[in-house]
């Protein structure tokens, strides 16, 4: 008995990866004209993200400020096709358009013709309320498509809500510290690729990244998309306006992140875990973490922390690296699975 | 009496609160004279981005009945008083898509005022404001641009030293006693107080005549209505980019057309094309996709897109390679590369020259802990 053709997986594109910063395409299908702010690195993540697809690709993304900042009214910086969807709807409309390609070509309607689908979401809309449609599209592997949630760690868009993805501790618009309570955030950061991976052993690749390494963000959304069926990268993006620093330093920032082990950067293919560039050394202890206090004190948004909520934060990064069964990805403590 | 209208002109975010604070002090003031007032937040800048110019708005009347018959305006036709805390808006304010560059003085009355924050003088300022019908008033207050982020607030004097010029400017909102109750009961810091009373007596006022001031037309959009939209409210894709503009070669990407950001920017890229290694990190980087590739395989800051975030000069690893430069330095958006390429002895005096004069090393907030209270001192001697 043959298998019903629309449960096939198609060819999707091969991209290979860039090797090294020369070799990088040139052309832009993410423009400038967008109403982001200055230094936005989550700007920076989907110019990234498009030039690495290549122009054969559909974007659609779900309500954040990559959403609203980039459409003033009846305006686009997009080159590419473009659909806005619902906040919590990135893994739905991207099996959507995906399925409905697939359809539209077995049915003669298209050219066959590997497309890429792309479906961006921020932590606001992928952490917390698209989490079970994500899940949802990673338990179809008949689908090409990839999911990218680039988190600035707030609702950053409606002025820095606290979010899933929001660091313990932070000054948000949900948490502001005041006299009595300093710490209002009392969560630690969701741990968003590590429980994918875990959750859907059929999704073959899932990967961390920061475009402040924009070569290795570059070739890991290049990879996501030749490798077949569903994938998901998360990137953390510095947000100046809602980290509150000064915009030159996004770049730098983002940096700071993987030197001192808050986001690790890594990616599991296949069920292979494979860590990448600092975080490696910080892995194999060829590099010293640089203590959390480094990258803290440059945000405002830290800015009522005391030397003992430092030290909480340090602590808790700590248990990241020398308690999780596998460091920085998967938090449970192997010594506390055989009580 | 009619309604005093007063308009903050501000940059998104940074100055956020400092707008706040200034229609906020304007409205407690004039109540202390037994009138009434509102102060609002423009509703089209919201959600707020860094650096993007973004409207504020103080209305005092001497009762609620013209305070509310003047009420239902989204933004109002005519300000008496225009206050523009970041002196690179001069150039003119661009919001959103489609608003053109708006003049700074675009609402301003007949021999209104326009308070100017800044460390230059009047005559340096009006060459890049744009020509009035009428007369109006240019007030300075001399001072660094006041900026700082959303979460901690630079209390560097500036929101009362811009409300203690207030009586002079527009006497008819309130007196210089009312302001200063209002100071002390808000902040209950004589400092502040002193620091408004300085403010009053040594702000510059100059008029401004018909014939000063930037003879440019500003660029304007016409915004298409519902009835020009397409089926199924789909916008045209921005077409694909293309070389480098008037040369073989090079590669300019493809970029919207209806917004320019122009007025985003309060510093700009000056590029040092001798010494560049072409290493791509400033292209690579930069959010906005401003840099073109020149046919000899250089990467220059487009001034069309550039928005001024200073990310090229931090990646870029050659020492003075790229430098930001005050925006208030420059007079048009001219090329740099082609400069350097028709004359490149010339090019290196005129980029020399920028990076030296640096009037004002600009600090887009918060860099380190405890750097806010260390600048204070600074403004205040």
């Known amino acids: 008995m043959e298998a019903r053709s629309d449960l096939l997986v198609e060819e999707p594109q091969k991209l290979d990866a860039f090797k090294g910063v020369k070799k990088v395409t040139v052309e832009e299908y993410f423009g400038s004209g967008h109403r982001t702010c200055q230094g936005c690195e989550s700007a920076l993540v989907m110019k990234l993200m498009i030039k690495a697809a290549g122009p054969r690709t559909v974007v659609l993304g779900s309500t954040g400020c990559m959403y609203v900042a980039n459409t003033t009214y009846y305006t686009t910086p997009w080159v590419v096709p473009f659909m806005h969807t619902q906040l919590g709807s990135s893994g739905s409309a991207a099996l959507g358009t995906a399925a409905g390609l697939k359809a539209l070509m077995r049915k003669g309607k298209m050219k066959e013709e590997a497309i890429n689908v792309i479906a961006f979401c ?30 600035n760690e707030s609702y950053a868009n409606t002025d820095i809500q606290a979010s899933g993805g929001s660091p313990w501790g932070v000054n948000t618009t949900f948490t502001p510290p005041g006299k009595k309570h300093r710490i209002m955030q009392t969560r630690w950061k969701k741990n968003m690729v590590g429980m994918l991976a875990a959750g859907h052993p059929e999704c073959r690749y899932v990967a961390t990244v920061c475009a402040s390494y924009a070569l290795d963000m570059m070739n890991k959304v290049r990879k996501a998309l030749s490798i077949g069926g569903p994938t998901f990268i998360h990137s953390l993006d510095p947000c100046p306006k809602g980290w ?3 915009p030159l330093y996004s770049h730098e920032l983002g940096e700071l992140a993987i030197e001192t082990g808050i986001f690790p950067l890594y990616e599991i293919e296949d069920r292979k875990l494979k860590y990448y560039g600092k975080t490696k050394k910080i892995v194999e202890r060829r590099l010293k973490r640089k ?6 004190l440059r945000q405002g948004r830290f800015a009522h922390f005391i030397d003992e909520d430092i030290d909480y934060f340090q602590k808790k990064t700590d248990e990241m690296w020398e308690k999780w069964v596998l460091p920085g990805v998967i938090p449970i403590h192997p010594e506390e699975m055989g009580k | 009496m009619s309604t005093i209208a007063v308009e903050v002109i501000y940059r998104g975010i940074f100055q956020k609160t400092l707008a706040k604070h200034i229609t906020r002090g304007i409205v407690l003031a004039a109540r202390k004279e037994g009138k009434v007032g509102v102060a609002f937040g423009r509703y089209g800048d919201s959600p707020e981005r860094n650096g993007i110019p973004a409207k504020q708005f103080a209305i005092v009347a001497e009762d609620d ?5 003047s009420m239902a305006q989204y933004e109002p036709t005519q300000v008496d008083v225009t206050i523009a805390v970041d002196d690179t808006l001069c150039k003119g304010v661009e919001s959103w898509a489609w608003y053109g560059l708006q003049p700074v003085n675009k609402l301003l009355k007949e021999n209104g005022t326009l308070v100017v924050t800044s460390i230059h003088n009047p005559e340096d300022l009006i060459p890049h404001i744009h020509r009035k019908e009428v007369p109006y008033n ?42 200063e109750q209002m100071i002390r009961d808000e902040w ?22 018909p014939d000063e001031g930037n003879s440019e037309t500003p660029y304007s959009f016409t915004m298409p209505g519902w ?18 503009e008037g040369h073989d070669g090079g590669y300019r990407p493809g970029r919207s057309p209806y917004f320019k950001k122009f007025a985003t920017r309060t510093m700009r890229p000056v590029i040092d094309f001798t010494t560049c290694t072409k290493c791509t990190l400033c292209w690579l980087q930069c959010p906005d996709s401003c840099f073109d590739v020149t046919p000899d395989g250089y990467y220059e800051a487009n001034m069309e897109a550039c928005c001024g975030c200073g990310v090229c000069e931090a990646v870029c690893p050659v020492d003075k390679c790229v430098t930001m430069v005050n925006e208030s330095e420059f007079a048009d958006n001219a090329s740099q590369w082609e400069m350097w390429r028709a004359d490149k002895e010339s090019y290196a005096g005129w980029l020399k020259g920028k990076i030296e004069s640096r009037p004002e090393e600009r600090s887009h907030g918060f860099h380190h802990r405890g750097q806010y209270e260390s600048e204070k001192v600074e403004q205040t001697d």
């Not at chain 1, 309320?129 to 498509?145: E, F, K, R, V, W």
């Not at chain 2, 006497?171 to 210089?176: I, M, R, T, W, Y």
């Not at chain 2, 209950?188 to 005549?209: C, G, M, T, W, Y």
Request: hydrophobic share 40%; proline share 4%.
């Open chain 2, 138 to 179: 240019i007030a300075l207050v001399k001072g660094k641009t006041s900026f700082a982020g959303l979460w901690v607030y630079k209390d560097d004097h500036t929101d009362v030293r811009i409300l203690g010029v207030l009586p002079r400017v527009a006497p008819q909102l309130f007196s210089s006693s009312s302001i």
């Open chain 1, 122 to 151: 921020g932590d606001g809309g992928g952490l917390d309320m698209g989490l079970s449609a994500i899940s949802a599209t990673l338990m179809h592997p008949q689908y090409n498509l990839l999911i990218l949630c680039y988190d």
């Open chain 2, 227 to 244: 009835k020009d939209m397409e089926e199924g409210l789909v916008v045209r894709a921005v077409p694909n980019g293309g070389q480098y």
């Open chain 2, 188 to 209: 209950n810091d004589d400092l502040k107080v002193a620091s408004a009373e300085r403010s009053f007596e040594k702000v510059q006022i100059r008029k401004v005549k």
């Open chain 1, 244 to 246: 509150d620093y000064d």
């Open chain 1, 291 to 296: 203590p959390v206090r480094d990258y803290l």
């Open chain 2, 65 to 69: 009945d013209e305070l509310q018959i």
